[in-house]
């Protein structure tokens, strides 16, 4: 067990819906990452919050936002989706930030 | 931006074997090296760590060289056992400057009894 909590396991839903993803972080982690995790694009860096600031932003659609909360929890709000929105997206956290990432155990996304 | 080449995309040794896995980048400023491994239904797993200030780190079966002129950095796993089978993925970030760590493609290992 990582220590890195995400809910829901698995989320199923239509094109056009909106879902927020929920992410915990390890107690004393300051950082928070999200990937996008698919068989064609592999493990794909999304965003970082530190302390609930943005820190990074990777390849992350517009339709998809994401925020760190005052007790460093995590949402990644995901809109509009489409089929090719189906994905593995996990959520890593880190004390600092760049080193040892400890991820979840993921959110399977089926968009229908 | 950073990108990390991961070769090969899968690979299948004898139990007892040693396993290689090599990796490169390509931004020269990239100082931190992870190597996860993930499992079936599960987040990755960082298993060993390297700075570029280090050439070799080994941790019981596991051993990660970098080749900071080369940016070439491998991870190899010595008598492996059928449990390391998984999906082994290198990554490269800017460490603790905040910087996004980048992922490679992945390996899938499989160990044969």
């Not at chain 2, 990755?44 to 390297?50: A, E, H, M, N, Y």
């Not at chain 2, 449990?83 to 992922?103: H, P, R, T, W």
């Amino acid at each position: 067990d990582s220590g890195v909590t995400q809910t829901p396991k698995h989320l199923i839903t239509a094109t056009g819906q909106r879902v927020t993803l929920r992410c915990s972080p390890r107690s004393g982690d300051l950082s928070v990452y999200w990937y996008q995790q698919s068989l064609d694009q592999g493990l794909q860096f999304l965003i970082q919050y530190y302390n609930g600031e943005e820190r990074a932003k990777g390849n992350i659609l517009e339709r998809f936002s994401a925020q760190q909360f005052p007790d460093l929890h995590s949402e990644l709000n995901l809109s509009s989706l489409e089929l090719g929105d189906s994905a593995l997206y996990f959520c890593a956290s880190s004390v600092r930030g760049g080193e040892k990432l400890f991820f979840g155990s993921g959110t399977q996304l089926s968009v229908l | 931006g950073e990108n990390v080449e991961q070769h090969p995309s899968t690979l299948s040794v004898q139990e007892g074997d040693s396993a290689v896995i090599k990796c490169t980048y390509s931004d020269s400023a990239s100082n931190y090296f992870p190597w996860y491994k993930q499992e079936l239904g599960k987040g990755p797993q960082l298993i060993i760590d390297i700075r570029s200030n280090v050439g070799e780190k080994k941790d019981q079966r596991i051993a990660v060289t970098l080749n900071k002129t080369a940016k070439h950095f491998s991870l190899h796993i010595t008598e492996t056992q059928p449990e390391d089978s998984a999906v082994y993925f290198c990554a490269a970030s800017m460490g603790n400057q905040g910087g996004k760590l980048i992922f490679g493609q992945g390996t899938e290992l499989s160990v044969k009894p």
